[in-house]
């Protein structure tokens, strides 16, 4: 199975500046046949189910802010939030979806300075 | 809009079964792959099966392979997970999702869950 480690576990930043999370995999997400990435982001505040966020590694799934961008490939990943809004709080999941079972990252918890 | 509602989740003892049902609205239900997802009180979020369009390709979590079963009734629009010989570690918040689009395993639309709890 792919193992997906994200980092940090937790990260406070203050509103209006940049958060980054970061997703590391086991193995390499990019099916060289079709040349996509098959990792995806989520946000799940709470009480809450996860929202779909980014797929593709970095296509952004509709209606979703623009300052949320993801980026990375091969087995390297990052989410950035520019300019972080309060309702921006949450936990942040990143998910590869390469092979089954489709491994979820441990979740990274974003707060507000 | 797009909905997915879950049920069947209840309080049940070790070594129980239960069978989770979820109805899809607001989109072709017949088109989409279909997962179920769970999460322990104060975890992530765990991914267990999904289920293709026509019901001929399923695959499943470790954990759950042997206990746990997808199935789909596109006349019902549903999705079903039996669940048998649960244990303690099987209680969370069960979701389904569905799937971006076939070939697609990340999911863009999530119900509100169904809580399982296994305790004696």
């Known amino acids: 199975d792919i193992v997906v480690t994200q980092s940090p576990d937790s990260l406070a930043v203050s509103l209006g500046e940049r958060a980054t999370i970061n997703c590391k995999s086991s193995?390499?997400?990019?099916?060289?046949?079709?040349?996509?990435?098959?990792l995806a982001w989520y946000q799940q505040k709470p009480g809450q189910p996860p929202r779909l966020l980014i797929y593709?590694?970095?296509t952004r799934e509709s209606g979703v802010p623009d300052r949320f961008t993801g980026s990375g490939s091969g087995t390297d990943f990052t989410l950035t939030i520019n300019g972080l809004q309060a309702e921006d709080v949450a936990v942040y999941y990143c998910?590869?979806?390469?092979?089954?079972?489709?491994?979820f990252g441990q979740g990274t918890k974003v707060e507000a300075k | 809009q797009v909905q997915l509602v879950e049920s069947g989740g209840n309080l049940v003892r070790p070594g129980g079964s239960l069978r989770l049902s979820c109805v899809g609205s607001?989109?072709?239900?017949?088109?989409?792959?279909m997962s179920w997802i769970r999460q322990a009180p104060g975890k992530g979020l765990e991914w267990l099966a999904y289920?293709?369009?026509?019901?001929?390709?399923?695959y499943y979590t470790d954990s759950v392979k042997g206990r746990f079963t997808i199935s789909r009734d596109n006349a019902k629009n549903s999705v079903f997970l039996e669940m048998n010989n649960l244990r303690a570690d099987d209680t969370a918040i069960y979701y389904c999702?569905?799937?971006?689009?076939?070939?697609?395993?990340?999911?863009?639309?999530w119900g509100q869950g169904t809580q399982v709890t296994v305790s004696s």
């Open positions: 999702a569905r799937a971006v689009r076939a070939g697609v395993g990340a999911t863009n639309h």
């Open positions: 607001g989109f072709i239900f017949s088109d989409f792959y």
């Open positions: 289920i293709n369009s026509t019901s001929d390709i399923t």
């Open positions: 193995q390499n997400l990019l099916w060289s046949s079709n040349n996509k990435t098959y």
């Open positions: 593709w590694a970095s």
């Open positions: 998910q590869e979806y390469f092979s089954t079972p489709y491994t």
